[in-house]
């Protein structure tokens, strides 16, 4: 006679892994993201106006990332716009954008426009959407000599392909002139710029249409882009970026090139990373389904 064990599914379902803040690892110097940086934060992730009357509320969490249940029940069957992109760090320097007709999307028609792995994701039009923040500085995130910054993003199109660096799609930089900054150009390339002077950058190839942990790293006496790995795709010598005061902006720099595509998470470190690079890097990866290479 045969036996038998009785196994219930929920103990053979994959299960997934636990949630490591990237803030708990190395607390940055300004982050935004639709997911909680830092388990010690308790501050609202954005602020969302809705279409319908223009009125505005803050949203929180709910659990790792933002509470989707407020967010839909504050816009109702409208839009939503970003107003204001919450600082997790502590610092206070929260990307804003006052102007209406200039705020990235994260709701359409009463549902959730975008998501990243399930997790809701800011739409930037290419166009108009973006982010400044007259209080936000290049030195309130870098150093002229030291300085990391992880963009998780999803490029709709990439269509510039200017000579100068700065001009092309922006993901972050100055948003009156650019000293240093995050771009893509056509190719697609993920392009680190950096003016010391001269200027220095560093290129890595990307796919479109592909979640991506975009790295712009400056260390050591050089400057370094990454995409989803610890490998960097260039090294170029660089010394101290230059003209640390004017203001940043996320989705667009100097440039007219603004940034298309999706957006869920941009984290700034002053400090090095060098410890703790790898470990950022992969906490963001299994929270948006990739593999840190």
Request: hydrophobic content about 35%; some cysteine.
């Amino acid at each position: 006679m045969s036996s038998y064990i009785y196994v219930p599914a929920y103990l053979t379902q994959a299960v997934t892994p636990a949630y490591t803040y990237p803030f708990d690892i190395q607390n940055g110097s300004a982050g935004f993201s639709t997911s909680l940086l830092r388990s010690a934060y308790a501050g609202a992730c954005l602020r969302i106006r809705r279409s319908s009357d223009n009125a505005s509320q803050d949203i929180g969490f709910s659990g790792t990332d933002i509470d989707t249940a407020s967010l839909l029940s504050f816009c109702g069957a409208g839009n939503g716009f970003v107003t204001t992109w919450y600082d997790q760090s502590g610092n206070g320097k929260d990307a804003i954008q006052a102007s209406l007709g200039n705020q990235p999307q994260l709701v359409a028609s009463g549902a959730v426009l975008a998501t990243m792995n399930s997790v809701p994701a800011l739409t930037f039009d290419g166009t108009n959407f973006s982010f400044g923040a007259t209080s936000f500085v290049l030195s309130d995130a870098i150093t002229a000599s030291e300085g990391t910054a992880f963009t998780v993003f999803n490029p709709t199109s990439v269509t510039s392909n200017s000579a100068t660096v700065y001009l092309n799609h922006c993901l972050w930089g100055q948003s009156n002139d650019d000293y240093a900054g995050h771009f893509l150009r056509l190719g697609p390339l993920l392009e680190a710029f950096s003016y010391e002077p001269p200027t220095a950058k560093a290129s890595q190839s990307i796919t479109i249409s592909t979640n991506t942990i975009g790295v712009w790293r400056h260390t050591g006496g050089n400057l370094l882009t990454y995409a989803t790995s610890s490998t960097p795709g260039a090294t170029t010598a660089s010394g101290n970026t230059q003209n640390l005061t004017f203001p940043m902006g996320i989705g667009f720099g100097q440039g007219t090139a603004r940034y298309n595509g999706l957006m869920a998470a941009v984290l700034f470190y002053k400090a090095s990373t060098t410890t703790n690079f790898t470990a950022i890097g992969q906490a963001l990866a299994a929270h948006y389904g990739l593999t840190w290479t």
